[in-house]
């Protein structure tokens, strides 16, 4: 099976009203956490955590997207990052089992009910003409 990614900006802001928490930008903090978690996780060998410079929803921290090969891609923003690391994960379970990456609201961790910021369809099938 392809593997399946976590991208995680690195630059958010703790908050919009605080860049910085313990001299750590709140997307990098969400980051190493997610990464230490990551370490006793069921599905670590199937999942990136990609630690990426922006995703380009500063007005929106702390921002995750979630991505595969034949899936779409989900992005959110909104996170906490002193709290969001184990739903971050718990998501990333529902979206490794679904066939097309999308879950529904209801079913996702509260915290990721809200804050959905794009739903990026899966790159079309290439045809490739043998000649």
Known sequence: MSKHTVFVCKSCFFSLERRDY???RGGK???VRLQNL???WQLKNDFFIQEVECLS????PCV?????PKKTTLM?????PLNSASVVLKFAEQYFESYDGLIKRQDRPEVLQKGILARIPPLPALSIATQ
């Open 64 to 68: 995750v997207a979630f991505a595969a």
């Open 57 to 60: 929803a500063c007005n929106r």
């Open 76 to 80: 959110f923003g909104d996170l906490p």
């Open 29 to 31: 903090y969400l980051c």
């Open 38 to 40: 990551a370490q006793d």
């Open 22 to 24: 313990l001299g750590q």
